[in-house]
């Protein structure tokens, strides 16, 4: 398209949350290109929501919104963004109006080094249980679900009810029972233990806690149950 162009909505006035778009988005216009992930113009609220692909334009070019003057608050974005100016892995122009608050956005996936807005962290710190981790100003197992070797999703577009136990349940092998418990496979699922001490677990194959070192401020792994 040649301005307003994106992978979910052209124009926002309204609300856009528990969403998930990816694909190529390309604004063709010379002057004004507003192209975002989720929204070319956002004028509204958008929460809670995720972008994964490639955004193109002029100007105005950001993985989640290419302008804003309405609220950005909750969401990730892994896109390649390209443009000649306010080009942004999260907004490309957020005007006094707007606000853009816990925003997260691959360093690696956008090939930028820094953003405007949001906090940047590489493709494996975004990723699996790293996310819990990572993102904490998303609001995990309430509104978000961790996904294995994959970008957390929306709880409802994970198909979780919102707590813990059924995000656990999609994510896990195994159910979380003395019978068949959840499987452990890395550092980041072993500290998740931590998220719930009432179910059970075994380790299904060595556990490299080397990189546990710089974790938690330097003080690194928390011990569960303490």
Known sequence: GHQNVSGLVGWNSGTITH???SGNVTASSATVSNAGG???YNAGDVSNSSFTGNVSGETDVGGLVGYS???ISGNLAAAAVT???NVDPVVGNNTESGSVTDAYWDTEASDHSSARFGTG???AEMTGMNA???MGDLSFYDAWAPVKGDYPQSASLAGTDGTTASAFDRYFPGDGTEANPYEIETAPELQAMNDDRDAHYELASDVDASETS??????????VGG
Not at 217 to 222: H, I, N, V
């Open 214 to 223: 710089s974790w938690n401020g330097e003080k690194g792994f928390e011990p």
């Open 38 to 40: 989720l929204a070319g």
């Open 19 to 21: 969403t998930h778009a």
């Open 121 to 123: 962290l590489t493709t």
């Open 69 to 71: 003057t309405g609220n």
């Open 83 to 85: 443009g000649d100016t």
């Open 132 to 134: 819990t981790r990572n």
